[in-house]
């Protein structure tokens, strides 16, 4: 089976890059609740001078993106765009988990462009650095080529645009809203990341309930690292299309740094509007 | 209601709760799905497509999610299908649908005495006796969605229009009260994902009445007429007593 449409599949690393030179996002420091320091380098620089920097910010890896800042010439930059409204229109880092993703892309006046994508992560001494770098690909390996499969994984939407369903109490009266798919955010979804994942298995477990013969199967995934997923998202596995939305995460660290996910997920029902998500990532060129 | 005519056999059931058109011949009326089953069709009908006043929801007798009956594409906002069914239905094509509404007995069903031993009256002669009571019958209507917005909008649309309907089933089907109905509290149920169920709740109260007959002195009456009046057919002896509960002097 071929490797789905994907430009980051379980991997931070720089993911374009016309010239020689690459940039490599080194830090992403959050300072909650107000600001995230980002910085980069570039890798094999063809002058010192001449690049002009433009960061993005999305919920997902795969975007859409935010341009948060552009026209710049320095090598950092700090995200304040940060609300602590109640409202979903702006990025609200109140909660526990809340993973951001940053985009810096570098156009140099004559040498051409690259682009690198990181989320916001911890960082680690340097010889825990190599250590977590030798986990991560052992994680990759392992799941793209043992004993894991493909999966896409939508990140769920937690601010942005409301949707014409939402009302001013911050409701949405239409859990199958086309627009929204319930989420009262416009799309619902970011786009989709493409990875592997082991599925455990597990018995469907039925109960008798005044609503009828309720089904449910909670299955456990080990994962890569990247997208770190959070509550609420949804997980597809590419070759049955079974969804399941995610209910509970542990990640195993060093130094805070994530190395691999294991994930709790609950299998929906196939009338759920997350059903509504397209998820075909061999499709050329992709739907999404 | 508008655009459902309710027919009805009233007459014929043998007492005063008519009965649905294609209801169940096991269904005795004034039982639990009798009564369940009233409801059930009484939403059914309540949000059932409507061009006059058309519903983000419509009740179908289909399920299929997307498409209509001959296979096209439901247009860009079409009302999301509900499912409207009795509770405990194992139905699979039902499992984990949602939005869905599901009309169910919520707790025992207690009768009240009115009148001393529930004694209305008999027949001396025979032993006849009639009796009377009156039985209430807590309900539940659970109204299933993905979000809670959406469980408590369907839940006021189910009660309101209970509340306001509840003179009208109660004239027409016979009910001795049908209360007022409860709106609850939206609250997130965990299934196969997290979903909120906004509960109607409310009470029916309707007449229950029986008869016994003793047959051990109809039997004796209709031994001793035999010997007596061995002149009149056999057949007309026993349908005199079967309907009238005696034999004409």
């Known amino acids: 089976m071929p490797v789905p449409q994907s430009i980051i599949a379980g991997k931070d690393v720089p993911v374009f890059s016309e010239g020689n030179f690459r940039v490599i996002i080194t830090r992403t420091v959050p300072v909650w609740p107000k600001k995230i320091f980002i910085q980069w380098i570039v890798k094999n620089p063809v002058t010192s001078l001449g690049y002009t920097f433009k960061v993005s910010r999305s919920g997902s890896p795969m975007g859409p993106w935010e341009d948060i800042a552009q026209g710049f010439d320095i090598f950092f930059t700090v995200d304040t765009k940060f609300e602590a409204t109640i409202n979903a229109l702006t990025m609200n880092p109140n909660a526990f988990k809340r993973n951001l993703y940053y985009r810096v892309q570098v156009t140099h006046t004559t040498q051409g462009k690259a682009e690198a994508i990181s989320q916001v992560d911890a960082y680690a001494d340097q010889r825990r650095t190599g250590i977590i770098r030798k986990l991560r690909r052992d994680a990759h390996v392992a799941l793209s080529k043992v004993n894991g499969i493909e999966i896409a994984v939508f990140k769920r939407r937690w601010f942005g645009e409301p949707c014409t369903c939402k009302s001013m109490t911050g409701q949405t009266t239409r859990a199958h809203c086309a627009t929204c798919l319930g989420t009262g955010i416009i799309h619902g979804y970011w786009n989709p990341v493409c990875s592997y994942a082991n599925r455990s298995i597990a018995p469907v477990d039925t109960q008798t309930t005044p609503t009828g013969i309720v089904e449910t199967r909670y299955v456990h995934l080990i994962m890569e690292y990247i997208p770190e997923v959070e509550l609420k998202d949804i997980i597809v596995f590419l070759r049955d299309d079974k969804r399941y939305i995610v209910e509970r995460v542990t990640n195993t660290e060093i130094q805070t740094v994530c190395v691999h996910q294991e994930v709790d997920v609950s299998e929906i029902a196939k009338s759920s509007v997350e059903f509504n998500l397209i998820a075909d990532s061999w499709r050329t060129p992709p739907w999404f | ?249």
């Not at chain 2, 906002?77 to 194992?90: C, D, E, T, V």
């Open chain 2, 1 to 249: 209601m508008s655009n459902i005519i309710v027919k009805t056999n009233k007459g014929q059931a043998g007492n005063a709760l008519p009965r649905l058109d294609g209801e169940g011949a096991d269904i005795v009326p004034g039982s639990m799905l009798a009564v369940v089953g009233l409801f059930v069709f009484a939403l059914q009908s309540r949000f059932a497509f409507s061009e006059v006043e058309p519903l983000p929801w419509a009740w179908s007798s289909t399920l299929k999610p997307s498409d209509t009956e001959d296979g096209t594409p439901l247009p860009e906002g079409s009302p999301r299908r509900l499912y409207i069914g009795s509770a405990y239905n194992i139905e699979a094509n039902t499992r984990n649908y949602r939005p869905a509404i599901i009309v169910g007995r919520s707790g025992d069903v207690t009768v009240a005495k009115v009148v001393i031993d529930n004694y209305l009256g008999g027949i001396q002669q025979t032993g006849a006796k009639a009796h009377h009571i009156m039985a209430t019958m807590p309900l539940m209507i659970y109204c299933e969605s993905e979000t809670p917005g959406e469980s408590s909008t369907i839940g006021e649309a189910v009660w309101v229009f209970l509340l306001a309907t509840r003179d009208i089933y109660r004239k027409d089907f016979g009910f001795h009260e049908l209360s007022e109905p409860t709106l609850g509290d939206t609250v997130p149920a965990k299934k196969d994902k997290e979903v909120w169920v906004t509960p109607v709740s409310f009470y029916v109260t309707y007449d229950i009445r029986w008869g016994t007959v003793p047959i051990a002195p109809r039997l004796r009456e209709l031994v001793v007429n035999l010997i007596q009046r061995r002149k009149e057919p056999l057949e007309d002896i026993l349908i005199q007593v079967a309907q009238f509960g005696g034999i004409d002097s």
